[in-house]
């Protein structure tokens, strides 16, 4: 038997064997969430040009320094600018130009009259009923974003605002570290495709399969690209044929269950024969203990346990850590945080247990509760989980009321809940403070 690798260990060593895949150029619509390859400067200020802040006139601020509505600036309106429409000519003392937002601000014109202020008389001639500064009203050149101005720097990751700051600038395409391939197989006689109700799954010991689908969306939410799904039974020369028609294209793949010590275990022999280098095979941990870990040539080989809920535990938390690395994301790590026990937790060896666990915001603390019993079979038990109460090696409970240490892998997962709980403690503050005292 191999020594059990600690779960941080694991970790650590996952992230030293891999590193950021190739970088490509993506349109800016498929690039959303991926890892920037090299920083952007913007190779001209934005807005390319001085433009109006308001409807409104283009004026000469001495020409209307003096005006009031009783004594207003009267002056002659010599055209019209609008966006994508610009008003070609100079402006000069005594002028007016008619400008729409966002417009182009006329050689000549130092400040912008708003409508409101202003009295169009019939003809051209318009009256400004209040002064105006000098470059009231004018947005500058490079406002927004000045020449040479970094907007996207290598290693950030791409949001919808980001790209909207790319797409100002003119680009279409960013250079971004890919996405990894992934290809899962999901191993086992006993496994019936969902939705296939011909055979009676009782008498012939057999179960839906739960884990194609489960790990399937579990990876595309991490970020990767899914080449395939595959589901194929306990035999070696099959599992061979998967993993020889998978080299050269992905980068990483994943087996479900055949990764223990039983006699049809057959993930691991399969992989020595292929030629795989072990990084690692064995966590101390509950549940998730028989995880595998390798590369065969250029393709990472992670084996994780069949039962759903150890499969679901190990793909969130040292999957997740390799797809992040891969696709760029270094600085991704689990969260950690300390929440308040709701309920005693406990477990019966010397390995740290991960508990699956909600969080409710209780009197402005996190607090946990479990979501069912520890058996890796228990499928529900991961239905709505925020993420996992850590159980140390050292201790056999934690009481209600204690200190622990939560690992949250996925942060988006973790706040709907008590997110919802402070907006609704907001909320109701907000309305009491809002409401109108009453005059007796």
Not at 212 to 240: C, I, K, N
Not at 286 to 295: A, D, E, N, R, S
């Amino acid at each position: 038997m191999c020594e059990l690798r600690e779960w941080r260990n694991a970790l650590a060593l996952i992230q030293e064997a891999s590193s950021p895949l190739p970088s490509v150029s993506l349109a800016l619509n498929e690039a959303v969430g991926l890892i920037v390859a090299e920083s952007v400067r913007s190779p001209w200020d934005i807005p390319l040009f001085a433009s109006s802040a308001y409807d409104g006139y283009a004026v000469i601020a001495q020409d209307v320094e003096s005006a009031t509505r009783e004594n207003p600036a009267v002056l002659q309106v010599v055209g019209e600018a609008r966006a994508g429409k610009p008003f070609m000519g100079t402006l000069s003392r005594g002028q007016a130009v008619e400008i729409m937002t966002g417009a182009p601000v006329p050689t000549g014109a130092s400040a912008i009259a708003k409508v409101e202020d202003t009295h169009r008389r019939e003809g051209a001639v318009v009256e400004i009923l209040r002064p105006f500064a000098d470059g009231f009203g004018v947005r500058p050149a490079g406002l927004d974003i000045r020449k040479d101005e970094i907007v996207v720097r290598r290693g950030e990751k791409l949001t919808v605002g980001l790209l909207g700051v790319l797409a100002a600038i003119g680009m279409s395409e960013v250079k971004v570290i890919r996405r990894p391939e992934v290809t899962i197989c999901v191993t086992g006689d006993e496994l019936l495709e969902p939705g296939d109700h011909e055979r009676p799954a009782a008498e012939q010991a057999c179960v839906y399969d739960t884990n194609s689908v489960m790990l399937g969306v579990l990876t595309r939410q991490m970020g990767a690209h899914v080449r395939q799904v595959l589901r194929v039974p306990d035999d070696p020369v099959q599992l061979r044929t998967a993993l020889e028609a998978n080299l050269g294209n992905c980068d990483v793949f994943v087996f479900s269950g055949g990764v223990s010590m039983g006699r049809y275990d057959y993930v691991r022999p399969v992989f020595y024969d292929f030629g795989g280098v072990e990084i690692f095979w064995g966590v101390k941990q509950q549940p998730g203990k028989p995880l595998f870990f390798g590369k065969a040539r250029d393709m990472f080989v992670l084996g994780l346990p069949g039962n759903p809920v150890s499969a679901f535990f190990c793909a969130d938390l040292y999957l997740r850590t390799l797809v992040k690395r891969l696709a760029g994301d270094l600085d991704y790590a689990p969260t950690e945080f300390m929440v308040i026990a709701g309920e005693d937790f406990s477990k019966q060896n010397l390995q740290v247990a991960f508990r699956r666990a909600v969080l409710r915001l209780e009197n402005n603390r996190l607090v946990a509760y479990s979501t069912g019993p520890s058996d890796s079979n228990l499928v529900h038990t991961i239905a709505r989980i925020h993420g996992y109460l850590l159980i140390p090696s050292e201790r056999a409970k934690i009481r209600a009321g204690d200190p622990a240490i939560f690992v949250a892998p996925e942060l988006e997962r973790l706040l709907p809940e008590p997110l919802k709980s402070l907006c609704s403690v907001m909320c109701n503050f907000r309305s009491k403070a809002a409401a109108p005292r009453t005059i007796e």
